[in-house]
């Protein structure tokens, strides 16, 4: 049991991380809109995100440069700070989202109270508990491992409740459809929210940071199948539930409505289990993401990528901030239309948006993270006793083809919708 335990680290604390109140968010509300169809999206999403996680995991374990040195000597210094503050920027994009989503849960439970209060608390209790303690790291692992397995647990036992229809699950899963006049920022969203490269150039500074070395890399690859099975599960098992629940003619506007989803097994106390569960997944997004954007801001600027740092807590506080206050700056905002005429439906429906947009725009910051990603594991000298196979190179290109795509397609789709947001 102890070695098993040993095993778990790096991937659970990135899978805490992809599984957050904007991935339950858009899981459900993909499931209530196109039913099982996009289910297959959700898994390809997954799959490259495992592939990915291992790889560096690799580079973690095998090079003797972090991820954003290397960049630094390849292209010059001014890339990796540029490179560390364009990613570090996806970060604060996420924060948003996952304010957004802990006050749409909390609102739920506590409608008396103003919704600004939810990100200022959450931001005060995250930025206490990165300042807060010396090991950051070793409180990570063992919180993200445990909200990971509760969230996995939880929604599994409403999925048998609700009784999904499993031939056209299978169906979803398995033959790759996109619906007519789909929703191109939710689904952008759906695989930027599970995607996630910079939560994948983690993994290789966590590694570090656990102390493994190159004898560990089958604890390294045992611990990253665990965890992409469950994140990839947990989305999956979200939207099911939301298709077996609201599809056909649901939608999902609020987080009341996707409290409904765990009625089946919670009954009269669904709000409260859900709202829990969505709080336990913002928290550990909240720290781990801020965390993340520390960590490639400390490195891009030479200081070295090191979790437990003063610098990276201090630039992850700062992160934190951001995301609080754009949060704050949706909630006390007027829906689009006319003022006099916007009611809770309608301001929630602008935070749902606001939140999709939050994880679609992601996307849009990929090509530098790609450009330091083909470096990292294209140069000789990376990993120069470890390269990688044939196969392994093939899986980076189509990995970071698929990135840009989709970054393409969004930059296209989100524009407008930008504009109708501002305008609003």
């Keep these: 049991m102890a070695v098993g335990l040993r095993r778990i680290g790096p991937a659970f604390i990135v899978g805490a991380c992809i599984i957050g109140p ?27 995100m495992a592939g990915f996680l291992a790889l560096f ?39 948003f989202g996952n304010n957004l989503g802990v006050t749409a849960a909390m609102t739920t439970l506590f409608g008396d109270v103003p919704k600004v209060v939810w990100p ?5 209790l995250s930025i206490v508990f990165l300042l807060g303690f010396r090991n950051i790291y070793l409180l990570l692992e063992r919180l993200m491992t445990f909200f990971l397995v509760f969230m996995v647990l939880a929604f599994v036992a409403n999925l048998l409740w609700a009784g999904p229809d499993w031939p056209a699950a299978l169906k979803g899963a398995f033959i790759p ?33 656990k102390g493994w070395k190159e ?27 939301a298709a077996a629940v609201f599809y056909p003619g649901g939608s999902v506007d609020s987080a009341a409505g996707m409290a409904m989803q765990l009625e089946g ?15 336990t997944a913002a928290f550990s997004s909240f720290v781990t993401n801020a965390m993340i954007g520390g960590v490639l801001v400390n490195d891009g600027l030479g200081l070295g990528g090191k979790v437990n740092s003063p610098s990276t807590k201090l630039i992850a ?65 990376a990993m120069a006793k470890h390269p990688l196979s044939l196969p392994e190179r093939a899986f980076v290109v189509a990995g970071v083809t698929v990135l840009l795509g989709i970054a393409g397609m969004t930059a296209l789709r989100v524009v407008p919708m930008v504009q109708s947001l501002l305008s609003g």
């Design 22 to 48: 904007g991935s339950v968010t858009l899981m459900s509300r993909t499931g209530a809109v196109y039913g099982y169809s996009m289910l297959w999206l959700a898994i390809l999403a997954g799959a490259l």
């Design 57 to 95: 995991l690799r580079f973690g374990l095998y090079s003797r440069e972090t991820f954003l040195g290397l960049a630094s000597r390849k292209l010059g210094p001014w890339f990796a700070v540029v490179c560390g503050f364009s990613l570090a920027s996806v970060n604060a994009t996420f924060q």
């Design 120 to 124: 200022v608390g959450f931001t005060l």
């Design 177 to 209: 459809n996109i619906p007519e006049g789909a929703d191109w920022l939710t689904l952008g969203g759906l695989v930027a929210t599970t995607f996630v490269m910079v939560a994948a150039f983690f993994q290789a500074y966590l590694v570090r940071a």
């Design 215 to 241: 004898e560990d890399l089958s604890s390294g690859v045992t611990d990253t199948v665990l965890a992409s099975i469950l994140y990839t599960a947990i989305g999956c098992v979200i939207m099911m539930t």
């Design 265 to 279: 097994v919670f009954g009269p106390y669904a709000r409260i289990i859900f709202c829990v569960g969505f709080g």
């Design 317 to 381: 506080a700062v992160i934190l901030i951001i995301g609080m206050a754009t949060a704050i700056a949706i909630l006390q905002s007027d829906a689009p239309g006319d003022a006099a005429a916007v009611g809770p439906a309608a301001k929630s429906q602008l935070e749902i948006r606001a939140l999709a947009l939050a994880q679609a725009l992601t996307l849009l910051a990929v090509p530098l993270g790609v450009l330091a990603t083909l470096l990292a594991f294209f140069d000789r000298d």
